[in-house]
């Protein structure tokens, strides 16, 4: 009952009116059970007043659901937020994936190929300066394309990747 209480996007208020209906009603049955239960024993003379006898199973009835009742929302609020946390770090991980993903297929073609043109223009003038172009254009290549399988990436590999591309960017214009 907790758990559809929760499942349920109800406000606290109206999932409090319903647990302590829910609680009324399950005490009352516990009261007429052990009236019941009582009563194919033998009489209610041998536990007191009848009325003590209610209003005591009424309230141990209720403090019994109210203590269950707590801890089982405690419980399925606990489970609930944990799905929650696992739910976004999954997510968080797909929308890492999916924006590197982009930044690989937007990297090949128009930097790739512009990067190439320049270095086969450096080549005509200076020699040595396109051979450095093309070691930085690889190196770029590699930290780029390799795989980690993480979705977080060390601030040495992000340094090392922005300073390869600043570099490239500065020899090509």
């Known amino acids: 009952l907790a758990r559809a209480m929760m499942v349920h996007r109800w406000s606290w208020g109206r999932r409090a009116a319903s647990a ?3 609680g009324i009603t399950l005490a009352f049955a516990h009261v007429i059970m052990e009236i019941v ?11 007191g007043d009848p009325m003590g006898f209610f209003s005591y199973h009424l309230w141990h009835g209720l403090l019994t659901f109210a ?3 707590t801890v089982a929302v405690l419980i399925e609020s606990e489970r609930a ?8 770090a999954l ?3 797909q929308v890492s994936r999916t924006q590197l993903q982009m930044l690989r297929m937007q990297l090949q073609p128009h930097f790739l190929f ?3 043109n320049s270095i ?24 780029t394309l390799a795989e ?7 601030l040495r590999t992000e340094l090392a990747l922005v300073t390869t591309y600043v570099e490239l960017e500065r020899t090509r214009f």
């Open 81 to 88: 937020s944990r799905e929650r946390e696992l739910r976004e």
């Open 120 to 143: 086969s223009a450096l080549v005509e003038d200076d020699a040595q300066a396109g051979q450095r172009m093309i070691g930085k254009l690889s190196e770029f290549l590699r930290l």
């Open 20 to 22: 302590v209906a829910l």
């Open 148 to 154: 980690t399988g993480h979705a977080d990436v060390p």
């Open 67 to 69: 203590v269950l009742f």
């Open 37 to 47: 239960s009582v009563r194919s024993h033998g009489s209610l003379m041998g536990h």
């Open 114 to 116: 512009n990067t190439l």
């Open 91 to 93: 997510l968080h991980e």
